[in-house]
């Protein structure tokens, strides 16, 4: 382990200790992310899925002591809000895991999907296809006790993975998720979180949203490399932080990953950078599912919480303006 990744393990633990966080809904209301997306085993990457597998992380504050539920709202292919590709043919796996590696095991967070992805226990799994019971309802795993995931401070507290696989067909599946207390409503687990380190989504079609996502700049991250991938050429994708007022990054077209780095300074440290995903005008791009990750400078790859650590960040018009002589 680095001294660096120490110290980040630090710094976080400070901060969730001393936070109340309760965002369990996945994509999170901050975000403002309509769906998450999983395309069939068999599908066209050109569609906006490069290897159909989603990895969705939740962290379980380690004082928490009563049953939590992982729900997922419309897990079937079928529905109105999936995405059809010729004949409904697509089932898609949802598979929780808990337990020693199931975060701490390197391959768990990594941008491709080779190695031991899948550590840790599994706890629950479960194959849908289009049933037409589950369109636009819940499915509900758990009970699970908070023990039952992999104890990381550093990560906040216990934590489960659920990974989502699209096993044949070629559609695409979209669901959200809701981390809750309960098996028949999705009331939230005080102080917990989701995280994921590539992420998989739908954009708006309504050209007026505006997406989020939030990674946290600790005190040793100097420099970030941003990937995406299948972004269809729908707009701009821009960082707002305390010294960043709309930095550009690259945006990809059709069935492309692209790439761009950016220098983070102190006035960055300790802070989230709100990353906005803004469409373009015109032609309206619909449906457009698109696929992000990102690096430190030593090429690992960085979380997105379900929440701005220490609030929404904004730009300090001070920073850099020195007065007059």
Avoid at 222 to 233: L, P, T, V
Wanted: aromatic fraction near 14%; proline fraction near 6%; glycine fraction near 8%.
């Amino acid at each position: 382990m680095k001294p660096t990744t120490t110290l980040y393990f630090i710094i976080l633990s400070f901060l969730f200790n001393l936070s109340s966080l309760s965002a369990q809904p996945v994509p999170a209301i901050d975000e403002n992310i309509p769906y998450l997306v999983t395309f069939g085993g068999d599908g066209d990457t050109a569609w906006g899925d490069d290897d159909f597998c989603q990895i969705i992380f939740f962290s379980i504050p380690e004082n928490y002591d009563r049953p939590i539920f992982i729900r997922v709202s419309d897990p079937d292919t079928g529905s109105d809000i999936d995405e059809q590709k010729g004949e409904w043919d697509t089932t898609t796996r949802f598979s929780v895991y808990g337990g020693d590696g199931t975060c701490s095991e390197e391959d768990a967070r990594r941008s491709n999907l080779q190695g031991n992805y899948k550590s840790g226990n599994l706890l629950a799994s479960k194959t849908f296809a289009g049933n037409p019971r589950y369109n636009k309802s819940w499915y509900t795993f758990g009970p699970f006790n908070p023990t039952e995931g992999e104890l990381l401070p550093e990560y906040g507290g216990y934590i489960f993975k659920m990974i989502i696989e699209g096993i044949d067909g070629d559609d695409g599946n979209l669901y959200t998720l809701f981390l809750t207390t309960e098996s028949d409503e999705n009331r939230p687990v005080e102080g917990a979180f989701a995280f994921y380190f590539k992420y998989k989504f739908r954009l708006h079609n309504d050209v007026k949203e505006v997406s989020h996502i939030y990674p946290y700049m600790t005190s040793d991250v100097i420099a970030i490399k941003q990937s995406n991938f299948d972004w269809d050429s729908d707009g701009s994708i821009r960082i707002i932080s305390p010294a960043k007022n709309g930095e550009i990054l690259a945006a990809s077209a059709d069935d492309e990953w692209v790439e761009s780095r950016h220098a983070i300074t102190e006035d960055e440290h300790n802070s989230s950078l709100d990353i906005q995903m803004i469409k373009r005008q015109s032609p309206m791009v619909k449906d457009n599912n698109v696929v992000i990750f990102l690096e430190n400078q030593y090429g690992e790859l960085m979380p997105f919480y379900s929440i701005p650590i220490g609030g929404i960040p904004e730009y300090k018009y001070s920073i850099g303006i020195k007065p007059k002589q």
